[in-house]
Nanobody
Framework: QVQLVESGGGLVQAGGSLRLSCADS????????MGWFRQAPENEREFVAA????????AYAGSVKGRFTISRDFVKNTLYLQMNGLKPEDTAVYYC?????????????????WGQGTQVTVSS
């Protein structure tokens, strides 16, 4: 069973930073590919970042590359998203997700488990 709980969202000014956390209370954290997605009002959910099972490989959306960093802590069973240089267009609900698939992917349909989301609001 995989149970994902996000935290760390909030209101921040443009140029500021936030770190999102996603705690996995299940027992399969190390066997899943993990990802972050986001959804802004009236927009479709979009890929943000993903990290491989052992954390050696990462992938980012072009809009966040160089500003966001995804990482995972196998002791704490927690996924992180460090967000620096935030922009108003980063405003969205951020979701973490877990995939039991074989390949790291940006497609949300490949992810089996989802958290409830955490709101990030960036003011200009």
């Amino acid at each position: 069973q995989v149970q994902l709980v996000e935290s760390g969202g909030g209101l921040v000014q443009a140029g500021g930073s936030l770190r999102l956390s996603c705690a996995d209370s299940g027992r399969r954290f190390s066997t899943n590919i993990m990802g972050w997605f986001r959804q802004a009002p009236e927009n479709e959910r979009e890929f943000v970042a993903a990290i491989s099972r052992i954390g050696g490989n990462t992938a980012y959306a072009g809009s966040v590359k160089g500003r966001f960093t995804i990482s995972r802590d196998f002791v704490k069973n927690t996924l992180y998203l460090q967000m620096n240089g935030l922009k108003p267009e980063d405003t969205a609900v951020y979701y973490c997700a877990a995939s039991s698939g074989a390949i790291m992917t940006t497609a949300d349909r490949a992810y089996d488990y989802w958290g409830q989301g955490t709101q990030v609001t960036v003011s200009s």
